[in-house]
């Protein structure tokens, strides 16, 4: 099993990112996908949630309105979404995750999640 971010980089203040996370060795449609982020100093926090099926999605308070998590499982791929960039967005971030039922609940904790991926830093300059 294997998940690979790709998409980080360096933007300005208010650009716009897509993160990618290929998945290999395993479908993607039996997991829920989260999206997590570690800054330089700091504990790694929740950022995104998008349940098996598609149909309930959750976000950090912060990232509401400006991200959006989504799956493609024909190509078994996740994405984050990330517009209207701020500073404090500068982190590495992560995908996981979480085998669960079709219509399972909101998953913020990070040891819900059973595959995680190597991370991709995301920098923006103010």
């Known amino acids: 099993v294997q998940l690979v971010e790709s998409g980080g980089g360096l933007v300005q203040a208010g650009g716009s990112l897509r993160l990618s996370c290929a998945a290999s060795?395993?479908?993607?449609?039996?997991?829920?996908i989260g999206w997590f982020r570690q800054a330089s100093g700091k504990e790694r926090e929740f950022v995104a949630y998008?349940?098996?099926?598609?149909?309930?999605?959750d976000y950090e308070d912060s990232a509401k309105g400006r991200f959006t998590i989504s799956r493609d499982n024909a190509k078994n791929t996740a994405f984050l979404q990330m517009n209207s960039l701020k500073p404090e967005d500068t982190a590495i971030y992560f995908c996981?995750?979480?085998?669960?039922?079709?219509?399972?609940?909101?998953?913020?904790?990070?040891?819900?999640?059973?595959?995680w991926g190597q991370g991709t830093q995301v920098t923006v300059s103010s």
């Open positions: 060795g395993l479908s993607l449609s039996n997991f829920a």
């Open positions: 996981a995750l979480d085998r669960q039922p079709l219509l399972g609940s909101i998953r913020r904790s990070q040891t819900d999640y059973d595959y």
């Open positions: 998008l349940n098996r099926g598609g149909s309930r999605t």
